[in-house]
């Protein structure tokens, strides 16, 4: 199944629903716990009814809210923080039927991705991964070093990852993937805490 229609027709004053779809594919690996699929998820944006018409202006308005979450120190390496993020948002997350939830990061020596909520050692792997494509200590070419030997592959890999996602909302949650996670990545050998604002917009 495939999306149809997209927010963007609510400028266009569009009577018609819209739907958008989600279908839920296998898991391929058997080490994971299968889950019942679930029904397609349906976002869908109508007119009171065929018989009675909405009037001009009549569909939902647009809403926002905004939280800043502050996460502890963590160390070096990937992190799920999934649960920590749902904690902050979840009583403004469950007033949107349909939209946008966008999560920015204040710091240039860790990052934000969406990857594996399951098996933790793709975490470790993937942290292993980052060490060995971008080098570290004092073979390492980099001139950026009053920060410490591991500041100037932090903010690499800050931009490997990046700092921001959006994540749409769906009837009031993140509408991921069954074995998707939101990762916040730390870069550095001293953390310190991360500072993410999370923008929900939508209707």
């Known amino acids: 199944m495939q999306a149809a229609v997209t927010a963007p027709a609510l400028a266009l004053g569009l009577a018609q629903p819209i739907f958008l779809s989600h279908p839920l594919t296998a898991a391929s690996s058997s080490a994971r716990p299968r889950r019942a699929a679930r029904a397609a998820v349906r976002c869908e944006l109508a007119a009171a009814s065929a018989a009675a018409p909405a009037a001009p202006g009549a569909l939902s308005a647009p809403r926002w809210a905004q939280k800043t979450v502050v996460i502890p120190p963590q160390r070096r390496g990937c992190h799920i923080i999934t649960h920590k993020i749902m904690h902050a948002i979840r ?102 805490p991360r500072t993410i604002v999370i923008t929900l917009s939508g209707i």
Not at 115 to 141: H, I
Not at 145 to 157: N, V, Y
Request: charged share 20%.
């Open 91 to 192: 009583s403004d997350l469950s007033e949107f039927k349909c939209g946008l939830a966008h999560l920015f990061l204040h710091h240039t020596s860790a990052s934000l991705t969406l990857n594996e909520n399951y098996d933790p050692d793709v975490q470790t792997d993937t942290e292993t991964f980052l060490n060995r494509v971008v080098p570290e200590g004092p073979s390492a070419p980099w001139r950026h070093t009053i920060e410490g030997p591991d500041d100037m592959p932090a903010h690499i890999k800050s931009s490997m990852f990046g700092c921001a996602l959006t994540i749409p909302i769906t009837d009031g949650r993140l509408n991921m993937g069954t074995w998707q996670g939101i990762w916040l990545c730390e870069h550095r050998d001293d953390p310190t």
